[in-house]
DNA sequence: TTTATTTACGCAATCGTTCCCGGTAACGTT
DNA sequence: AACGTTACCGGGAACGATTGCGTAAATAAA
């Protein structure tokens, strides 16, 4: 089944004019007479003619389209996020593909090929959480693919990066815990070697230091695929609550972690907040209807999205070679609800 | 920025053959000898060749990639769906283009235009709830752009489609309401146009009928937006406890609509179920934390993408114009939890 | 009137690929 | 020896649009 389009071959035929002619009447040159112009524009609109996208590709050697990669959609964060990357590229006239790696190094490599022999013109990543070899991007990278990477960001790779100050987001949220009286404060990861698990533990470590509580090792736990597997993060909550000193409370570090690390305590039958204190990072809208009301850290997704497509339109529309790049940090939102109250002990005041 | 890829043209050269040679031999056309098609393969995939699709495409008048219209995808239910179309999409060697409507009328034409401007090969649409008007997408249909419809259908085009039994999800699920002793049932559904809004409605109605309970006019309530607009649950929740009877349970028949109503609740201090039964379509993966945890109808999301974009491909790829359409039905899933038990009154035994 | 300039348009190449025609060997058949 | 096959390969026209260049006619300048 095909679908015939209107050419300007069709309308030079009708008007007895040559292609070049009528392209040139349809992009308003100044070497063509005005009745010509209105001559073409008023066929052209009457048979609902519109640029052959394809062939325009073929010629200027660009799709407008741009590729993203994240792990899932139907995680809020990302979804969130594509609204923002959405909005912004539509806006400028380019359309998105979205592929999604679900954590996995391989898919991610063959997304990666598969968006780059269709010919995009730029790509917005946020790596899986497998993902140890960046060889692949950086070599997109330097064959001159613009490539913008936002939340799980790599810095070898010398380009535009948008990120939120995760370590402040995991700092504040570790103090809040510790100011309310929580001492043996737990957190639970995503891989261990993104970027952002390492500047979250790094902020969840430093409130604890500077509040004077010693770290407990056995307290930091990763999961290696973010939480897309249950049975990971119920590997590491037994693991946390099999310990001789039980935490107090938890910290989670990723979306998935926090709704799926209530899910385990749950099953558990561990209240929270009176067994465990819960706070996490989420960007689910039902947060507030969970039983207890979650407390969380919260991306501004959807503008970090605009950011991120903003850097990329900037990247591909540059007339030459972009060497200084910047990366733009975004403030996360603290949000305190039930599940991070400590009902036992007395909240402690700021020191 | 650009992104220098190479082309038959640089393999021809290299080698001192022609183009049509070379192209052949990559094509392993029977008129190439094997010394050749073995010297071409080779010095391919030596310096990494792949076919330009933006060629391939002008040339084949096909660009392998579909579209997809659905209101937005961070609900659950089209995140899922969505996955299910990648899935059979990327198998098949196309790309999806995604874009939301965000239940407007508007966005929806512009999105339309839009994706046909881009040269897609076929269309999977969830229709916007504002949509009254179908003209455009009959008209593309006419015109021979293979279309599919999933969730929210629309009846008077003829082509493949696939729903749920609306009715039948709407029907358990008011069944379950009454026979736990819940009498007055009030449903809200989202705007009064859409075929799922129809169909869950007439449902919700017959379960009334078959149990001898008259229907309240009044306590059938619609969202012309769908509860994407949290005002326009609060108004039509508060219209309900503002009647001279009060229903007793609320059968809620949409994503957006069951947490939104439950959110509402929860603002007006009603305790579910005790002050007020709950159970609506959701595909959210957090009902059952949700305090209380909630009664759902959940749909088969990723299932009914996949069969959409297979019901799609073979449109696409007919050689033949299609005359024949059907439409798949897939059974919803009644889960039952504490969000529709009704603890005061005694369960009525099935009759 | 002749020459220069402007105006308005067409020709043809181009982007990367496929594919319809041809064409030329080498070999086999009578 | 003359012809038909077969095996291989190249030329060039598409696909739809843009654009540098050439050029005829119309106008202006000499």
New interface residues.
């Given amino acids: ?5 209107v050419t300007i071959k069709d309308i030079a035929k009708a008007l007895g004019l040559s292609t070049s002619t009528v392209s040139r009447a349809l992009r308003d040159s100044y070497e063509i007479s005005p009745e010509t112009k209105k001559l073409v524009l008023e066929y052209a609109e009457k048979i609902n003619y ?1 640029p ?4 325009l ?2 010629k200027e ?3 407008r ?1 741009i590729g993203v990669i994240v792990s ?3 995680n ?1 964060f990302f ?2 996020s ?2 923002g990357i ?1 909005s912004i590229a ?1 806006k400028n006239g380019y ?6 790696s679900r954590e996995s190094f391989e898919r991610e490599v063959i997304n990666l090929h ?1 968006l780059t ?3 995009i013109d730029g790509l917005i990543v946020s790596v899986a959480s497998e993902t140890k070899d960046f060889s692949n991007f950086k070599e997109l990278n330097d ?4 490539i913008v990477f936002f939340d799980r960001i790599v810095h070898d790779i010398n380009t535009h990066k948008v990120i939120i100050d995760n370590y402040r987001g995991a700092y504040d949220a570790t103090c809040y815990l510790i100011e309310n009286g929580f001492r043996q404060i737990a957190a639970i990861a995503n891989n261990e070697i993104l970027s952002i698990t390492k500047d979250r533990i790094a902020g969840y470590k430093a409130a604890l230091a500077d509040h004077g509580i010693k770290e407990n090792e056995a307290f930091s736990k990763y999961c290696a695929h973010g939480g897309l597997i249950l049975s990971e993060i119920e590997l590491v909550v037994s693991e946390l609550l099999n310990q001789e000193t039980r935490p107090d409370a938890i910290l989670a570090l990723g979306d998935k972690l926090t ?1 799926g690390t ?2 385990i305590l ?1 099953a558990n039958d561990l209240k929270v907040p009176d067994d465990m204190g819960l706070i996490g990072f989420s960007n ?3 947060t ?5 009301p979650l407390s969380i850290i919260k991306q501004p997704a959807f503008e970090m999205g605009e950011i991120a497509t903003d850097l990329l339109l900037q ?2 529309e ?1 007339k030459r ?2 060497t200084e790049f910047e990366t733009k940090m975004l403030a996360p939102q603290l949000i305190i609800r039930e599940s991070a109250k400590n009902k036992k002990n007395k909240p402690i005041p700021l020191g």
Same sequence: chains 1, 2.
């Fill in positions: 089944m095909k679908f015939e389009a519109h052959n996208p394809i062939a590709s073929l050697r660009r799709s389209s899932e959609i139907a809020s979804s969130q594509i609204d959405e539509y359309n998105v593909i979205i592929s999604q598969y022999s269709r010919s064959r001159g693919m613009p709704t209530l899910r749950k689910s809208d039902t507030e209807l969970i039983e207890p990247l591909i540059s070679p972009v």
